[in-house]
């Protein structure tokens, strides 16, 4: 009886180690990885974000319809409706998602202003600006 006590009770410590690790937030991981960038009322936000040299970058879709985070330039933006005209992808990546909750990440590792938007919607179009 008393081994049964200690063999469980030495099972508890592990089991509650990994169910307090286990129960962070997915806020909480994207933070220790990088910025995430929210995709909701068809925008991004924030849609200038300034990043260092080497910083994974998170986009998620918060909403229920598809979008792109496509890297290039946004062409003939209307200063008044902020839609663009054209764009220009340049091949960087190029991000389908599809369903509420997906992502897609990338790291910079390159300082720089790097431009993109979602090709479905001429009126999201946003920045990264890396330092080093």
């Excluded at 994207?30 to 040299?53: D, E, Q, R």
């Excluded at 209307?78 to 190029?94: E, I, Y």
């Amino acid at each position: 009886m008393r081994t049964t006590r200690l063999i469980a009770a030495g099972l508890l410590v592990p089991v509650a180690l990994l169910t307090a690790t286990g129960c962070s937030s997915s806020t909480k991981t994207k933070a220790a990885s990088g910025p995430t960038v929210s995709i909701k009322l068809l925008a991004f936000n924030p849609t200038k974000l300034t990043v260092k040299v080497g910083a994974k970058v998170t986009w998620e879709n918060d909403e229920a319809i598809s979008h792109t985070v496509t890297s290039g330039t946004p062409i003939g933006i209307d200063a008044t409706t902020g839609l663009r005209a054209s764009q220009k992808p340049d091949g960087r990546f190029n991000a389908k998602l599809n369903d509420k909750g997906s992502t897609f990440s990338f790291t910079y590792n390159t300082a720089g202003t790097y431009d993109y938007y979602c090709s479905i919607h001429p009126g999201m179009n946003a920045e990264v600006v890396v330092t080093p």
